[in-house]
C-alpha cells in the first residue's frame, strides 16, 4: 500500500484521550505520518486520529516526498503552491532514506521549509536527537508513542502557530 | 458461568499477565485508542503484530541459516521485531529481542541461535495469552456484557 488517504472526519473520542486538536487549531490538521513499520504506522495514525487530525500515512521517505510534492519524477516547481500538510512526523530509522535525511529535503525546500517536522525513535541517542533539532526538527519523540505524547505535540506545535 | 464472573476473570487474567511481564504499560496505551468507532481496534493491532512478527521470525530463521551470515540484516529484522513488540506492550519479546541484538552487535551466531529460539517461545506464549484474552472479552460481550477496563496503579 503505497499511502492511506483517510477520512479524517473522526466524530466521537475514546474516554479520557487526547483533546480536539480542532478546538486548537480551528480546523483539523493534515498530517503525513512516515514509518516503514506497519504496526507503529497503524498506532500514530490511531493516536492523531483521536486528536482530530486529518491523516495521511506514508512507509518510507521516498513515498513522503512523493507526496509532499518533492519526489525526484515531480517536476520541481512548487511555486505558490501551499504545502499539503501541516506536520511532517517522522520514524529516524527507516531503510533508504532516513528520517533524518527526510527531514533535511523537506528544510531544504522554500514552500515546505515552513512545515514543522518531528522525528520518532525508539533509541534515545543524544548525538542522534541533537543532529536532528541542529537540522530543524521541531521535537524528538521516543517511541513507543502515547496519547500524553501527542498532547505535548499539540501544545508545542502551538507555539509556533502564525 | 456468570456474567459478573467472566468479567472478574478477565480483569484478574489481564494483571497476572502483568504481574508476569508478558504485558507492560504500552498495552494499556492500545486499549485507550479503542472507542465506539473502532471497537476492535486493539485485536486488529495485535493481530497484525502476529502476522508480522511470522514474518520476521521466518526471516531470521532463513538469515541464520546461511553460510555467511549478514547480521546487519540480522539486526535490522531484529529491530523491527523490537519495535513492534514494544509498540503494543508486548514486553518479554521486547526484551528478548533486545537481548538478541546485543549477540548481533558482537557477531556471535550461538548466542544469535539461542535468541531466536527464544524469542519464537515468548511470541508463542504470549500469543496463546491473548488468545485467552479475547475469548474472556468474547464470551463477556456475548453475554451482553461490557469489557472491564484496567487501570492503572494496581
Do not use: W
Not at chain 1, 523537506?106 to 537540522?135: A, D, G, H, W, Y
Not at chain 1, 519523540?141 to 509556533?160: A, E, F, I, N, T
Not at chain 2, 479503542?34 to 530463521?61: A, G, H, M, R
Not at chain 2, 506464549?125 to 487501570?151: C, D, H, W, Y
Amino acid at each position: 500500500m503505497l499511502y492511506q488517504i483517510m477520512d479524517g472526519d473522526y466524530g466521537g473520542s475514546c474516554g479520557g484521550c487526547a483533546e480536539d486538536m480542532t478546538v486548537e487549531f480551528g480546523y483539523e490538521p493534515h498530517v503525513l505520518a512516515v514509518d516503514d513499520n506497519l504496526i507503529d504506522r497503524t498506532l500514530v495514525e490511531k493516536l492523531l486520529k483521536n486528536s482530530s487530525c486529518k491523516v495521511t500515512t506514508a512507509e518510507n521517505g521516498l513515498r513522503a516526498l512523493e507526496f509532499l510534492g518533492l519526489g525526484s519524477d515531480e517536476r520541481n516547481s512548487l511555486e505558490g503552491t501551499v504545502s499539503k500538510v501541516n506536520l511532517v512526523i517522522t520514524d529516524y530509522c527507516m531503510p533508504g532514506m532516513t528520517g533524518y535525511e527526510l527531514l533535511k529535503k523537506i528544510k531544504e525546500s522554500s514552500v515546505l521549509k515552513e512545515v514543522p517536522v518531528v522525528i520518532m525513535s525508539s533509541e534515545n541517542i543524544p548525538t542522534r536527537i541533537n543532529q536532528c533539532l541542529e537540522e530543524g526538527a521541531q521535537m524528538f519523540m521516543l517511541k513507543p508513542l502515547k496519547q500524553s505524547d501527542v498532547k505535548q505535540l499539540k501544545r508545542h506545535l502551538m507555539k509556533y502557530r502564525s | 458461568m456468570e456474567l459478573v464472573q467472566i468479567q472478574r476473570r478477565l480483569v484478574d487474567y489481564t494483571k497476572s499477565l502483568f504481574m508476569e511481564g508478558f504485558l507492560d504499560a504500552q498495552f494499556l496505551q492500545l486499549q485507550q485508542l479503542q472507542d465506539d468507532s473502532n471497537p476492535d481496534f486493539v485485536f486488529e493491532v495485535v493481530s497484525l503484530f502476529f502476522e508480522d512478527s511470522e514474518k520476521l521470525l521466518n526471516e531470521l530463521t532463513i538469515a541464520l541459516d546461511q553460510p555467511n551470515v549478514d547480521f546487519k540484516k540480522l539486526d535490522s529484522h531484529v529491530h523491527q521485531l523490537k519495535g513492534s513488540s514494544s509498540s503494543i506492550g508486548a514486553q518479554r519479546v521486547k526484551n528478548a529481542c533486545i537481548a538478541f541484538r546485543n549477540y548481533c552487535d558482537v557477531q556471535n551466531i550461538e548466542g544469535c541461535l539461542t535468541c531466536l529460539q527464544q524469542v519464537k517461545q515468548e511470541c508463542y506464549l504470549v500469543k496463546n495469552k491473548f488468545e485467552t484474552l479475547f475469548r474472556l472479552e468474547q464470551q463477556i460481550m456475548a453475554s451482553g456484557g461490557s469489557v472491564p477496563t484496567i487501570e492503572l496503579g494496581f
